[in-house]
């Protein structure tokens, strides 16, 4: 079985093939291309015949099938998810998300097919997990599409289908390949892991060594019971344990916790939850050093509710304020694609397609 060049760095590459410090050059030319032209030839390269057999024999480029991509224009830009086909037949989706400069987009990628952490609000856990993604699944996205559809990425999310700590081992082997100067050649603050809470991935996480990477964490509970009810990892690793793992990560001073916390009325928008989210920052992180992303409740296919109005959603805000954290409004992208947060996979993204595939998600 050849193995796919898009999950190795380019020393696991060299190294693998075998064929001395002589090839560097032209090992290094082959990789590059691999990630910033989608395809891997090694009978173009000027190397001996020997050698091309060797390549051609031991290694592939797993580009994904791209089946439906959706649009939607905003005031930021135009949003667009692609549905994308996995040589299995399973199916995810990535999400280009518009930035506020106009500058190049931000690519919200997936990290398993379907999750197993079961959020009540969120789409892709109502089917549960079916599977994780190889770390050359995950680059695979990105090459596919700024390679096949031409999206321009400046920055990417682990924030897609899945729990990324959950998957740990692709997770660590995609960032190592994101981050190789030969291949995508991202920066490390150029990319933000989200995560539902698991202390001990986080632990596992800071232990890789990168200080300016981005954490990302939800929240969505200002207390345990009521975060539990919402998200079943809660009951498992209260609030305190996550907070603790948090306060740990931080490898910089200037450092700074994203905190998600997803605005549902009537469940987790009570009189006293601005002074429990307060609590937890002040336990999660040094002063000053946190920001909660409000984010809107969106709607799936099986709806815990409506959406806040934005006289909802601005109260809360304005209660979190006076309880003296940082929030940032994060204004909903991709609702009428099903590619908001909270929404990809639609419950049934990651069984294999019998028919046209329908409209994918963020």
Not at 44 to 71: D, T
Request: net charge neutral; aromatic share 6%.
């Amino acid at each position: 079985m050849k193995t796919d060049i898009l999950g190795l760095s380019r020393r696991a590459f060299e190294e693998a093939a075998g064929l001395g410090p002589g090839r560097s050059k032209a090992l290094g030319i082959l990789y590059k291309d691999a990630f910033a032209k989608g395809r891997f030839e090694p009978s173009g390269a000027a190397i001996a015949r020997e050698a091309v057999a060797v390549l051609e024999a031991g290694f592939g480029l797993g580009l994904l099938e791209v089946l439906e991509v959706v649009e939607e224009e905003g005031e930021l830009g135009t949003t667009s998810k692609a549905l994308l086909g996995l040589a299995d037949g399973l199916t995810v989706e990535c999400v280009r998300i518009p930035v506020a400069s106009r500058g190049p987009a931000t690519l919200c990628l997936s990290s398993q097919v379907g999750c197993r952490m079961a959020c009540a609000f969120c789409e892709t856990g109502l089917g549960g997990l079916t599977r994780n993604l190889a770390a050359a699944e995950i680059v695979a996205q990105y090459v596919t599409v700024t390679t096949r559809l031409g999206w321009d990425i400046g920055n990417l999310v682990f924030m897609g289908m899945g729990e990324p700590l959950d998957n740990f081992e692709a997770l660590a082997g995609a960032l190592g390949v994101f981050l190789d100067a030969s291949g995508p050649a991202f920066a490390q603050e150029e990319l933000t892991v989200c995560t539902a809470g698991l202390p001990e991935g986080i632990r596992r996480l800071r232990a890789l060594g990168y200080k300016r990477l981005n954490l990302s964490v939800s929240l969505n509970g200002p207390d345990n019971p009521t975060r539990g009810r919402l998200m079943p990892v809660g009951r498992s690793h209260d609030l305190a344990e996550l907070a603790a793992a948090l306060a740990a990560y931080p490898q910089r001073r200037n450092f700074t916790l994203a905190v998600n916390y997803c605005l549902i009325p009537g469940l987790n928008d009570g009189l006293e939850a601005p002074a429990g989210v307060a609590a937890f920052l002040a336990a999660a992180a040094e002063p000053g050093r946190a920001l909660v992303n409000l984010i809107p409740y969106n709607p799936g296919s099986h709806p815990l509710g409506p959406a806040p109005t934005e006289s909802q959603v601005e109260d809360f805000r304005l209660r979190l304020v006076a309880a003296g954290v940082q929030v940032k409004l994060r204004a909903p992208r991709g609702r009428g694609l099903m590619a908001a947060c909270g929404q990809l996979g639609k419950g049934g993204v990651g069984k294999p397609l019998s028919c046209p595939p329908g409209q994918p998600d963020l």
